[in-house]
T-cell receptor, first 115, second 109 residues
Framework: ETGVTQTPRHLVMGMTNKKSLKCEQHLGHNAMYWYKQSAKKPLELMFVYNFKEQTENNSVPSRFSPECPNSSHLFLHLHTLQPEDSALYLC??????????????FGPGTRLTVL | GQNIDQPTEMTATEGAIVQINCTYQTSGFNGLFWYQQHAGEAPTFLSYNVLDGLEEKGRFSSFLSRSKGYSYLLLKELQMKDSASYLCAVVDSNYQLIWGAGTKLIIKP
């Protein structure tokens, strides 16, 4: 595997379910990100991990819970989601978090639908 | 507040040239990225500008004017495969990427 991978690619869940999204990067990068992408809206940064430490949490509801066990893996745990949480969830990684090191490499995303 | 403005949609003809503009108001500036995103796919890196001027990379060029808070992406010799969304993102003083909503480019034969 190369680059950034995400599983699953598609997920349909009910509002009472618990599920997890997985991201893995094979680039040796130090920073990893979770983004939410909704139609015709800017990418919304949800969480940033730099050297496995969470550095940003942009007021994301507690029904989204990130986990970063090491610098190559990132999870997003989901529970009691709402229909408005339906979106494309993108994982990205970058060599660092300053200047050109901020160049982010994205995974293919998980298309989430909440019923 | 922080703001990135791009046109929502543009249409151009195969073989022609198109310029996609991006204006920004951010707290500080540490560089500007352009990404391409095909429908249903992940964004991919196109360019990074941190100094004023034009950077050319094949059929794609990116220009930056920091004093005007302005950038553009220039696509030459358009091909059908260039139909995609083009995202502008600025690195602010906290080294966070602030994203525009993207410009959907439609190429017609």
């Amino acid at each position: 595997e190369t680059g950034v991978t995400q599983t699953p690619r598609h997920l349909v869940m009910g509002m009472t379910n618990k599920k997890s999204l997985k991201c893995e990067q094979h680039l040796g990068h130090n920073a990893m990100y979770w983004y939410k992408q909704s139609a015709k809206k800017p990418l919304e940064l949800m969480f940033v991990y730099n050297f496995k430490e969470q550095t940003e949490n942009n007021s994301v509801p507690s029904r989204f819970s990130p986990e970063c066990p090491n610098s190559s893996h990132l999870f997003l745990h989901l529970h009691t989601l709402q229909p408005e949480d339906s979106a494309l969830y993108l994982c990205a990684s970058s060599p660092g978090t300053s200047g050109a090191y901020n160049e982010q490499f994205f995974g293919p995303g998980t298309r989430l639908t909440v019923l | 507040g922080q703001n990135i403005d791009q046109p929502t949609e543009m249409t151009a003809t195969e073989g022609a040239i198109v310029q996609i503009n991006c204006t920004y108001q951010t707290s500080g500036f540490n560089g500007l990225f352009w990404y391409q995103q095909h429908a249903g796919e992940a964004p991919t890196f196109l360019s990074y500008n941190v100094l004023d001027g034009l950077e050319e990379k094949g059929r794609f060029s990116s220009f930056l004017s920091r004093s005007k808070g302005y950038s553009y992406l220039l696509l030459k010799e358009l091909q059908m495969k260039d139909s995609a969304s083009y995202l502008c993102a600025v690195v602010d003083s906290n080294y966070q990427l602030i994203w525009g909503a993207g410009t959907k480019l439609i190429i017609k034969p």
